[in-house]
Structure formats: structure tokens, C-alpha cells
Antibody, heavy 117, light 107 residues
Framework: EVQLVESGGGLVQPGGSLRLSCAAS????????MSWVRQAPGKGLEWVAN????????YYVDSVKGRFTISRDNAKNSLYLQMNSLRAEDTAVYYC??????????WGQGTLVTVSS | DIQMTQSPSSLSASVGDRVTVTCRAG??????LNWYQQKPGKAPKLLIY???TLQSGVPSRFSGSTSGTDFTLTISGLQPEDVASYYC?????????FGQGTKLEIK
């Protein structure tokens, strides 16, 4: 069974940093593109970033470019999102998701990031 | 970025009704269009990919169609468990973008 389990969320002050992790199991992690998708409270879904199987290609939504970094460790079956210079508008539930052109077939349960003083 | 315009933003229908949700892409995305269902407090669930292919395990009352840059999600015979928000998403080009969502309620 495919499982994606996020961790690392919490309360952080504006301008602070946070690192999210996503532990993958039940599939060959190194064979799939992986993404982060977020959802602000009461709002819709927003794709944040994705990373190729070997980490050689990474893409970001404009609003996080230069502040967020996606990475992966295939030996540890783990996906990461390093978030720096956090803003109030980054407050959201962050999901890791497996998929690509055929949609995101698998999602984690999400981890809440709250940016507030 | 490719804009996805989804309508309506909310709708109320009766059990057994046929329900349609529409998504318009701001440019050609071929059939790189996916539909998700999200229930409160839960992660989204993929219903349909490639505009009209039903994801494994999804009830056959859900279907998708396309006409140019217009895409439609249809629920044929609404069930109480279909109460949720529905989102379209283009996977033609990054940044992948979602529609604004449609909140479906039962009358």
C-alpha cells in the first residue's frame, strides 16, 4: 500500500524557516516525480513545487521561488521542502503527492504550517 | 501560467440528480486535465485523469468529458457521500494549476 506521511509543520514567526519531510513507503520512491501542494485555510489547492526522480529537475510556483527548496533522498525514501523567509500567506496545510501528467494519484494526510507572530 | 476557470463555485442538488461542473483552460492543454474530490479535513482524491479516464476504484457515476479547452465533470445519480469540494487541475505544464473549486451540497 502506498503511504505518504508528512511531518515538520508547526507555528513559525514571519521571516522564519521550517523544513517539511514526507516519508514514502509501499512503492519504488526513486521511480516517481514528487510534488508539494498546499491549501490555505478555507481556500483551494495550490501546487508548490515538484522534483524529478533523480533530483536533477525542480520546478516552483512563482510565489515561493528563491524562498523554498524541494529536495529528495532516494536512499531514505524521503521528500523535503525547506521553507525560508516565511510569510503569513504561506500559512497552509502542505501535502506531498505522487504523480505527474496523469494527476496526483497519492497524497499524504498533510501537515499544517502556521506563520504568525 | 495556465489559468483554470471553474464553475460554479457552489451548487446544491438532490440525491439522484445529474450534476455537472465545468472547467475552462486559458490555453490549449490537450487532455492534461484531472479532477479531484476533497472531503472536509481530508486530502484530495483523484477521480479522473486525462480528461476522461476514471481512476481505479472510483464509482462509474463519475465521468469526464472535453470540448476544446472546456472540460466537464459529471456525476450521474448524486449520492449523499458525494458531498465534497471538487477541483480541476491542468498537468500540461508547470506550474500545475487548479481551478478555484466547486462545493457540492445535498438539498
Amino acid at each position: 500500500e502506498v503511504q505518504l506521511v508528512e511531518s515538520g509543520g508547526g507555528l513559525v514567526q514571519p521571516g522564519g524557516s521550517l523544513r517539511l519531510s514526507c516519508a514514502a513507503s509501499g512503492f519504488t520512491f526513486s521511480s516517481y516525480w514528487m510534488s508539494w501542494v498546499r491549501q490555505a485555510p478555507g481556500k483551494g489547492l495550490e501546487w508548490v513545487a515538484n522534483i524529478k526522480q533523480d533530483g536533477s529537475e525542480k520546478y516552483y510556483v512563482d510565489s515561493v521561488k528563491g524562498r523554498f527548496t524541494i529536495s529528495r533522498d532516494n536512499a531514505k525514501n524521503s521528500l523535503y521542502l525547506q521553507m525560508n523567509s516565511l510569510r503569513a500567506e504561506d500559512t497552509a496545510v502542505y501535502y506531498c503527492a505522487r504523480g505527474g501528467p496523469k494527476g496526483f494519484q497519492h497524497w499524504g494526510q498533510g501537515t499544517l504550517v502556521t506563520v504568525s507572530s | 501560467d495556465i489559468q483554470m476557470t471553474q464553475s460554479p463555485s457552489s451548487l446544491s442538488a438532490s440525491v439522484g440528480d445529474r450534476v455537472t461542473v465545468t472547467c475552462r483552460a486559458g490555453q490549449n492543454i490537450a487532455t492534461y486535465l484531472n479532477w479531484y474530490q476533497q472531503k472536509p479535513g481530508k486530502a484530495p482524491k483523484l477521480l479522473i485523469y486525462a480528461a476522461s479516464t476514471l481512476q481505479s476504484g472510483v464509482p462509474s457515476r463519475f465521468s469526464g468529458s472535453t470540448s476544446g479547452t472546456d472540460f466537464t465533470l459529471t456525476i450521474s445519480g448524486l449520492q449523499p457521500e458525494d458531498v465534497a469540494s471538487y477541483y480541476c487541475q491542468q498537468s500540461y505544464r508547470v506550474p500545475y494549476t487548479f481551478g478555484q473549486g466547486t462545493k457540492l451540497e445535498i438539498k
